[in-house]
C-alpha cells in the first residue's frame, strides 16, 4: 500500500465514531437517537412526541411492529455528520428478547452509550448489556434520562452506577433541579449554567441560554449551590475527567439529559464528535490485531430482509474493519473462499437509501442482495482475514412452526430459511418431525410475534405455532446425538447448519442427563451456555 493511501486511510478512521445505545426498554433510546440526528441536523423535526400510543414513527424504528410498539426490534444504522466527526449510529434492540440481535450488534461499534431512566436506574437489561461491553471491552458514555420527570436522586443514581458496574462517573453536566424539576444544566468544567427554553413535544431544537454562575445563583440561589455543591464532591473523590480511565472503561463520562425535550443533547453530541473514540485495530479469529491501513476487510453484523416492500431486497450490514471498501470491488466471502461483488451498496437511514462508492474503517456499509451472507461472516480483498464467527445464543423457547395453507408451503418454507439466515430465529429439523414442521428455537417470545409479522408481510405466509415443552438447549456431538436419541427425557434436533442439539425441559432433565453420562454434556468455555451470550 503507497504511504499517501495509508496516510488518507489513517485520517479517515480518525473521524469515525461508530457508537451504539444500549437501555433497558422504555428508558428512551429511539428517542435519544431521534435526537442526535436533530441536533447534528440530519433530520428537521423529531418524530418522537409524548406518549407512545401517540409517537410518531423515528427515523430508526422503521419496522410496523416497532411503529406500533413503540420498541425497536430491528437494528438501524444511521450515519450522519457532527463538524469534522462523521457518526455512524447503530440503534440496538432494546427488549430482552432481541439480546442475541443486540449482541451482535456490539461487535461492530467502537464505544456505546448506555442509557439509564432517572426514576428506575440500573435496570436489569442495562447490567447485562453493559457485562457484554465490558468482555467486549468497549468505553461508555453513561446519559441519565428523563431528568424532567420524578426519579431518583443524582448523587444516589451515581453512586448506583459505581456499585454495579465498577466504573467511577465523570459528570460532563449536572442537574439544576431535582428530578422533575429541571431548571437547566450546571457546566462544572465553565461553572456556567444553561436554561432552556422547550420546543413544544420535543419535536424541534430547544434553544439554550447561557448563564454565568452570578447570575444563576442570583435567579436560582438554592438549586444552583445545591448543583456546584454536588458537583464538588464528586471532584473530591476523584471525578475529573479522565480520557484514558474512560478509554480503560475505569470511569464513564455522565450527562444528565431530556432526551424527549432535547435537553442535553447538543453536549453529548459535542462529546462524541471530541473525545469519542475513533475506529482500532481489531482482533481477527486468532486474536491477533488487524490493522487499519491493511488491504480491506470487513465485517457482516446484521442481515435484514423488507426494508424496502418494493423490491423485496436483503441487505447486509458490514462494518468496515480495514483499508478502502469501493463499490463494484470483487471481495473474497472467507467461509466459502467464493467471490462477491459489490457493485450495489448503499448506506441506509432508515428506510432512506443512498448509493455509496467509498468508505472507511468504522462506516457501516448496506450489500444488498446478499444472499450468500449471514451475520459473522467477514468479507477481504487481498491480504486473507477471518474475524471470529458469532455464536449463537442457547434459545430458551421452542415452538413448531406450519402453516394452514398447503399452497403457500413454498412461501413458507423460503420464509423461514430466509429468517434463520438473518438471525431472526434458530431452525432446527428432524426425521421425526419432518421439513414441512420445522422447529423454531428463540431467546424470547417476542421473537415468534416477529416471526408471524415478517412471515405474512414479507413472504405472504401466515404461520402457527405448537409449544414445546423445552428450556434448555444443548450443543451436542454426533456420538453424543446417538447417545441420547434413546432417551424419553431429551429430544435431539439439528440445527439448520447440521448442529446435534439436544433440548430438555429444566435444567434439573439436563443434570440428569450429566449425571447419568459424565462426559457427554460438558460446558466447555465459551460455549453458548458458559459464555457471555447464555447470561443474557
Not at 485 to 514: I, K
Request: proline share 6%; hydrophobic share 40%.
Amino acid at each position: 500500500m503507497k504511504e499517501a493511501d495509508t496516510k488518507q486511510i489513517l485520517e479517515e478512521a480518525l473521524s469515525r465514531r461508530t457508537i451504539a445505545v444500549i437501555s433497558h426498554p422504555d428508558a428512551g433510546k429511539s428517542t435519544l437517537s431521534e435526537a442526535l440526528l436533530l441536533h447534528s441536523n440530519a433530520i428537521t423535526e423529531a418524530g418522537a412526541i409524548h406518549g407512545k400510543a401517540g409517537r410518531r414513527g423515528t427515523v430508526s424504528d422503521w419496522m410496523e411492529m416497532e411503529k406500533a410498539r413503540g420498541i425497536s426490534v430491528s437494528s438501524a444504522v444511521l450515519q450522519f455528520t457532527v463538524g469534522d466527526a462523521i457518526v455512524n449510529l447503530v440503534d440496538t434492540p432494546g427488549h430482552a428478547d432481541f439480546s442475541e440481535d443486540t449482541f451482535r450488534v456490539l461487535a461492530a461499534v467502537d464505544a456505546v452509550i448506555m442509557l439509564i431512566d432517572a426514576a428506575k436506574g440500573m435496570e436489569a437489561q442495562t447490567m447485562k448489556l453493559f457485562e457484554v461491553c465490558k468482555a467486549r471491552g468497549l468505553p461508555v458514555i453513561t446519559v441519565i434520562n428523563k431528568w424532567d420527570r420524578p426519579g431518583q436522586d443524582a448523587l444516589e443514581l451515581v453512586d448506583e452506577i459505581l456499585t454495579r458496574t465498577g466504573m467511577r462517573s465523570m459528570p460532563r453536566n449536572w442537574p439544576v433541579g431535582d428530578s422533575g424539576h429541571m431548571l437547566g444544566l450546571l457546566h462544572p468544567d465553565e461553572m456556567t449554567m444553561n436554561r432552556y427554553t422547550r420546543a413544544p413535544g420535543g419535536a424541534k431544537k430547544v434553544l439554550a441560554e447561557k448563564l454565568s454562575a452570578e447570575i444563576a445563583e442570583a435567579e436560582y440561589p438554592v438549586e444552583f449551590q445545591t448543583a456546584v455543591e454536588e458537583s464538588s464532591l464528586l471532584e473530591l473523590d476523584d471525578a475529573f475527567y479522565d480520557r484514558e480511565a474512560f478509554l480503560a472503561q475505569e470511569a464513564t463520562p455522565l450527562f444528565f439529559a431530556s432526551a424527549v425535550q432535547n435537553i442535553g443533547v447538543e453536549e453529548l453530541l459535542q462529546f462524541i464528535m471530541e473525545q469519542g473514540p475513533p475506529p482500532q485495530a481489531r482482533p481477527d479469529a486468532e486474536g491477533a490485531p488487524h490493522e487499519l491501513t491493511s488491504d480491506f476487510s470487513g465485517y457482516v453484523f446484521k442481515v435484514q430482509t423488507g426494508m424496502d416492500k418494493a423490491h423485496r431486497d436483503r441487505i447486509a450490514f458490514m462494518r468496515i474493519c480495514s483499508g478502502v471498501f469501493e463499490r463494484g470491488m470483487v471481495a473474497t466471502h472467507a467461509q466459502s473462499g467464493k467471490p462477491f461483488p459489490t457493485k450495489y451498496s448503499q448506506q441506509v437511514f432508515g428506510r432512506d437509501r443512498t448509493t455509496v462508492d467509498t468508505a472507511w474503517p468504522g462506516d457501516v456499509v448496506g450489500l444488498v442482495n446478499a444472499s450468500t451472507l449471514r451475520p459473522g461472516d467477514t468479507l477481504f480483498a487481498g491480504q486473507s482475514v477471518m474475524f471470529p464467527p458469532f455464536k449463537p445464543f442457547a434459545p430458551e423457547h421452542f415452538r413448531v412452526g406450519k402453516t394452514g395453507d398447503a399452497s403457500k408451503h413454498k412461501q413458507f418454507r423460503k420464509g423461514v430459511e430466509q429468517l434463520d439466515r438473518e438471525g431472526v430465529i434458530q431452525v432446527f429439523y428432524s426425521e421425526r418431525r419432518g421439513q414441512q414442521r420445522p422447529v423454531l428455537g428463540a431467546v424470547g417470545p417476542m421473537q415468534f410475534e416477529v416471526v408471524s409479522a415478517r412471515m405474512e408481510s414479507d413472504f405472504g405466509a401466515s404461520v402457527s405455532f405448537d409449544a414445546l415443552d423445552y428450556s434448555v438447549a444443548r450443543d451436542i456431538d454426533a456420538a453424543a446425538a446417538e447417545i441420547l436419541n434413546g432417551r424419553q427425557d431429551c429430544e435431539v434436533l439439528y440445527r439448520s447448519d447440521g448442529t446435534p442439539v439436544a433440548l430438555f425441559r429444566d435444567p434439573w432433565r439436563l443434570r440428569t442427563v450429566q449425571r447419568d453420562h459424565p462426559n457427554l454434556l460438558p460446558d466447555p468455555p465459551g460455549s453458548i451456555n458458559a459464555s457471555v451470550s447464555a447470561r443474557m
